[in-house]
């Protein structure tokens, strides 16, 4: 808006015939374009930050307990599921996970009719 105001200014004096300045004047299809890229930047962020907030949700609705991180023991936090526990609790979910692969595959493979191939998970 800036740049559109200063070029009408100017065409102003121009046309009044009055000295116009001599400095070059920004354009104002230049100025809308870096306004548009700004503008779509941001909404790229505001996309990657939206994602980021869901993955931290969703996170903590799967695994609402976390996993010490403190190389002292008396650093541990008091709300913090041991090791071995979230490596159980990793591996239930990597187990489920194919189930669920599994149980398309074979789904889709009798949709489909083809016969189910040896390497399954």
């Given at each position: ?36 890229a700004l503008c ?73 009719g083809k016969v ?6």
């Amino acid at each position: 808006m800036k740049v559109a105001s200063q070029n009408f200014v100017q065409n102003t004096n121009i046309d009044s015939g009055q000295k116009s300045n001599d400095g070059p004047v920004q354009r104002v299809d230049k100025s809308l374009e870096e306004f548009y890229a700004l503008c779509d930047q941001l909404e790229l962020c505001l996309r990657l930050a939206y994602e980021c907030l869901s993955q931290s949700f969703d996170s903590a609705k799967h695994s609402p307990t976390l996993v010490p991180t403190a190389t002292k023991p008396d650093a541990v936090q008091t709300e913090s599921l041991p090791y071995t526990q979230y490596l159980s609790m990793i591996k239930s979910q990597i187990s489920c996970a194919k189930d669920i692969h599994n149980a398309l595959l074979e789904c889709s493979n009798k949709i489909t009719g083809k016969v189910p191939s040896q390497g399954v998970l």
